[in-house]
T-cell receptor
């Protein structure tokens, strides 16, 4: 069975400061990992994914994430936060031995960036 | 290039009724997955359709059923609605294949309210 934990329900940062949204996972074998963002009353928008290769993955809107196999973590980061980054962020994992599409999501982290 | 579309946007039903939600996948995608997102939670996998057949299923009762059409669009049907079925229902599409690294793209969702 695969699972995802997002240990922080809420993260608050000041605009211009770096941000980190944490994610840890559990899956058999090498995971496929994803970050999505959700704005109010909207669907999920894809930010970035880790499949293989470089542990630092760069994605949309200046976000990046670092895969750490020993710590089973995939934290989302951004060097300088914007007020417009305020949203709900979801980490997801998929076992590559399953068919594409069945992902397990965390419960989300609300990011608030204050001016 | 049209993304994933869903209809209707909002729906209000009463307990015991039946509901049908619709989804059209992103162009070039052949696999459709449905997720239920309750308030304050991450999306929960309901099932996945490929080649007009249910290929994987999450932990949801038989009241939840679906269908995929030859043009890859899909329907989610829920019978005997319960209050607890109130949620945002998300459709996601991707390309098939075990080990596929293709990203899931989500539609805007259908907000179902059961009274």
């Amino acid at each position: 069975a695969q699972s995802v934990a997002q240990p922080e329900d809420q993260v608050n940062v000041a605009e211009g400061n770096p941000l980190t949204v944490k994610c840890t996972y559990s899956v058999s074998g090498n995971p496929y990992l994803f970050w999505y963002v959700q704005y109010p009353n909207r669907g999920l928008q894809f930010l970035l994914k880790y499949i293989t290769g470089d542990n630092l993955v760069k994605g949309s809107y200046g976000f990046e994430a670092e895969f750490n196999k020993s710590q089973t973590s995939f934290h989302l980061k951004k060097p300088s936060a914007l007020v417009s980054d305020s949203a709900l962020y979801f980490c997801a994992v998929r076992d590559p031995n399953t068919n594409a599409g069945k992902s397990t999501f965390g419960d989300g982290t609300t990011l608030t960036v204050k001016p | 290039d049209a993304g994933v579309t869903q209809s209707p946007t909002h729906l209000i039903k009463t307990r015991g009724q039946q509901v049908t939600l619709r989804c059209s996948p992103k162009s070039g995608h052949d696999t459709v997955s449905w997720y239920q997102q309750a308030l304050g939670q991450g999306p929960q996998f309901i099932f996945q359709y490929y080649e007009e057949e249910e290929r994987q299923r999450g932990n949801f009762p038989d009241r939840f059923s679906g269908h995929q059409f030859p043009n890859y669009s899909s329907e989610l049907n829920v019978n005997a609605l319960l209050l607890g079925d109130s949620a945002l229902y998300l459709c996601a599409s991707t390309k098939a294949g075990r080990g596929s690294t293709d990203t899931q793209y989500f539609g805007p969702g259908t907000r179902l309210t059961v009274l």
